[in-house]
């Protein structure tokens, strides 16, 4: 639990930007004591959200159903939609899930109505994430670069719309055949070495080394995210 009364709002705090599990914990204790969505105000905490993790670190477990006495009024569906949603560049989403998580368990009859703003909306922001999912998949360029001990990489730049780096690194690793890659984005970086991802603080666009760059602009891009982390 992690509130903080702020007159007649309460805080509740979460990690980053796409702190699913957070979420899921902070949800079902507000739920367990009654509070209602128009008494919450969700706060991030971006500083910890700019550190670095590993893969796993990153990768929440599935949601559960958010609140245990509800776990049959809840839908599985909403849980997966919660997944996407977070990844949303909007600054309401957790907003908008913990609503209508609070509405599925007063409402048991909005999980048929297909019609309700709330829903559509949600519905609405996991499409444009899939879709910024897709794109990030389908249109990273990679070209080779040297670290200053010779080694190999595939790097690459890209801005998406969400923040969706942390959920496609995974996809990344299993995909891609090099040994050693890394990605930049504004909000979040990624490495893998040898299968080990590393999560790492975003390049500012206006930073971004060109495509067909020297291959020098890449080095130090890649050694101003992560040597901080390697020394």
């Given at each position: ?205 206006a930073r971004m080394p060109a495509f067909d760059g020297p ?17």
């Amino acid at each position: 639990m992690n509130w903080q009364d702020e007159g007649s709002a309460m805080d509740v705090k979460l990690t980053g930007q796409t702190d699913l599990a957070g979420f899921r914990d902070e949800a079902r204790q507000l739920l367990a004591h009654q509070v209602p969505p128009e008494d919450v105000s969700w706060v991030l905490d971006l500083q910890a959200a700019g550190g670095y993790c590993n893969g796993e670190s990153t990768q929440p477990n599935r949601p559960r159903n958010v609140a245990r006495a509800a776990t049959a009024i809840v839908p599985a569906s909403f849980t997966r939609l919660c997944e996407f949603v977070v990844l949303h560049r909007d600054g309401d989403r957790f907003a908008l899930l913990y609503r209508l998580l609070w509405r599925l368990v007063h409402e048991p009859g909005l999980r048929n109505d297909a019609s309700d703003t709330d829903m559509m909306q949600a519905q609405h922001m996991a499409h444009a994430v899939r879709r910024d999912i897709h794109k990030l998949k389908a249109h990273m360029r990679l070209r080779t670069m040297h670290d200053a001990q010779g080694r190999e990489w595939q790097v690459g730049c890209h801005e998406p719309a969400h923040h969706v780096m942390e959920a496609v690194g995974p996809w990344f690793c299993k995909r891609l055949e090099a040994p050693r890659w890394a990605l930049f984005t504004p909000d979040r970086s990624v490495r893998c070495d040898e299968g080990d991802l590393l999560y790492g603080p975003g390049v500012p666009a206006a930073r971004m080394p060109a495509f067909d760059g020297p291959e020098e602009a890449w080095r130090e891009c890649h050694e101003r995210v992560f040597a901080g982390h390697d020394g």
